[in-house]
């Protein structure tokens, strides 16, 4: 695997994508990521990614997209995307405890009426649901929101190869909108930040877990697994 940071020339970008991207939009940021690895055969997505905005020295948002790629592949070379790309093999071992980020799509698959296909709901808009609407702003509301995405979580690691030795931080939630071409019906998804502790329990299956990444929605910049020792670098 290859792990890379890619920033990118605002100069090269259209008016349009650059809007786009400086609001997170994850589909003009899939279109982008893709020219690296634009002699991929077939519609194989070599790659998993997460968009984050540059910090400057003070801590402060310096308003400049980076994203982190995983790939399978090393990325090719394309003007206006400028990429740091090193070989991903980290050495993992049972009883390892790493620190963790995932910025995943929490959804479940809910029963429906007998005959009907289930269909798929997010678990933080479902557990805001009892709620009444002057409450959804309430904390206990939040709480209710918050314990759902990290149960979802929680619930996922016996077969991801790690465990939770304490309670992940969960926040940054977001509901996303992509537009199609064509006036088309939009794509809507959600995200949710994680971020913790986690220890390793099974290696072969993390390291397939680091390949494949975590839930859904990871054409959209979800999904990918980013862990480091907690006193350096994986």
Not at 13 to 36: C, I, K, M, P, S
Not at 145 to 154: E, G, I, N, T, Y
Not at 214 to 220: E, H, N, P, Q
């Amino acid at each position: 695997m290859y792990l890379s940071s890619v920033r990118v020339d605002l100069n090269a970008l259209t008016r349009e994508q650059l809007f786009d991207v400086l609001e997170g939009g994850a589909y003009t940021a899939h279109q982008l990521l893709w020219q690296l690895f634009a002699d991929t055969p077939g519609e194989e997505r070599p790659f998993l990614f997460r968009q984050e905005m540059e910090e400057s020295a003070n801590g402060q948002s310096a308003g400049l997209p980076r994203f982190y790629v995983l790939s399978s592949r090393p990325p090719g070379s394309v003007e206006g995307l400028d990429v740091q790309c090193k070989p991903f093999a980290p050495q993992l071992e049972k009883g390892d405890r790493l620190a963790f980020r995932l910025r995943a799509n929490p959804t479940i698959d809910k029963a429906t009426e007998k005959g009907r296909r289930s269909h798929r709901a997010d678990v933080l808009m479902d557990a805001r649901k009892p709620f009444s609407p002057g409450e959804r702003t309430s904390q206990a509301c939040v709480e209710a929101m918050d314990s759902a995405a990290r149960q979802w979580l929680s619930r996922r690691v016996d077969t991801l190869g790690f465990t939770l030795p304490v309670t992940p931080e969960v926040g940054a939630y977001r509901q996303h909108v992509l537009s199609k071409k064509g006036g088309a019906n939009p794509i809507r998804y959600s995200s949710v930040d994680y971020e913790g502790l986690l220890d390793v329990n099974d290696p072969a299956r993390l390291s397939e877990t680091l390949a494949h990444g975590i839930g859904r929605a990871k054409a959209f910049g979800c999904g990918l697994l980013l862990l480091r020792r907690v006193t350096g670098e994986v």
